[in-house]
């Protein structure tokens, strides 16, 4: 790392997001089949069933081994997602004027991750356990739970779904196509980013760990 860049992402915290990014892409796949009535003929032998479970034992294992191994960045994570202040809402009111017009000046300065990030790691936490839940109880409870449970357990997943699958989309358009955030991709593979997209993105946490406070995730 050179003098003029920042790390944001280390490696531990990149292999976690792109394994899992990996079995989210197979479940939300796998689920589509299940989802749309005219593909249900691609789930009829059901190996796409047997995707979607290893899918997501993958998607449940894979978060645990990481909170084994790093539970201070854990905690760390946890508190960004569930800490929501002033500055947050200053942000998603200004938004639209920057990400449509690429007008700066209401932005209020970000931490690690800005507030619409914020926002897909606070969903991704709280869908991941509707997921899990629902989808456990569909698994391991299909012969024994009533029936009126299981209708419950099949549309609170479909909404978890439609919800996660929406802001998958923006996601990816916001973190690779936007063509302001030139170094969200180099943040997510490589680790680093520039001292200046720093300072513009992500002011706050840069004045932090300029005086030695913060550290990357
Ligand atoms: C993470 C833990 C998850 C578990 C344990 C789980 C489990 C299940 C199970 C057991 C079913 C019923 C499949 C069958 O009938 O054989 C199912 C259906 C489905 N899953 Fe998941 N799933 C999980 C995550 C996800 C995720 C992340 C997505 C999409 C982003 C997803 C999308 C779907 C959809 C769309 C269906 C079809 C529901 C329907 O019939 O309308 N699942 N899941
Ligand atoms: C498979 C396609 C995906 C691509 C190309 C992608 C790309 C990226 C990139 C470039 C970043 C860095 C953004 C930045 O720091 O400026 C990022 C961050 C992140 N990604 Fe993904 N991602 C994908 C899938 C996922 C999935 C499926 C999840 C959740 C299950 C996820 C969760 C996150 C989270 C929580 C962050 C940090 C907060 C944020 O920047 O939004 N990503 N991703």
Redesign the pocket.
């Known amino acids: 790392m050179t003098h003029h860049e920042v790390e944001?992402?280390r490696k531990p915290i990149r292999i976690l997001?792109?394994v899992?990014?990996?079995?989210?892409?197979l479940l939300?796949l796998t689920g589509l089949v299940l989802f749309i009535p005219g593909l249900g003929f691609l789930a009829e032998d059901s190996w796409t069933r047997l995707i979607h479970r290893i899918g997501a034992a993958i998607?449940v294992i894979i978060p645990i081994i990481y909170l084994i191994i790093n539970p201070k960045s854990v905690g760390r994570g946890l508190k960004l997602a569930f800490t929501w202040t002033g500055d947050d809402m200053n942000w998603l009111l200004a938004a639209p004027r920057y990400y449509f017009l690429g007008d700066e000046k209401n932005m209020p300065p970000q931490d690690?991750?800005?507030s619409?990030?914020?926002?897909?790691?606070f969903s991704?936490i709280v869908f991941?356990i509707i997921f899990v839940i629902t989808g456990a109880i569909m698994w391991f409870s299909k012969a024994s739970a009533p029936p009126a449970l299981l209708q419950w357990m099949v549309f609170i997943h479909d909404v978890a779904f439609i919800y996660?699958g929406c802001f998958?989309f923006l996601?990816?358009y916001?973190?690779?196509l936007h063509p302001l955030?030139t170094?969200?991709?180099?943040?997510?593979?490589g680790g680093k980013?520039s001292t200046e997209y720093a300072k513009s993105?992500h002011g706050k946490w840069y004045a932090e760990i300029s005086k030695g406070k913060e550290k990357a995730?």
């Open positions: 944001k992402y997001h792109w899992h990014a990996g079995a989210f892409v939300f998607f690690i991750m800005n619409g990030e914020k926002m897909w790691w991704v991941g996660t998958f996601h990816i916001l973190a690779v955030m170094e969200s991709w180099k943040a997510i593979t980013i993105h995730e």
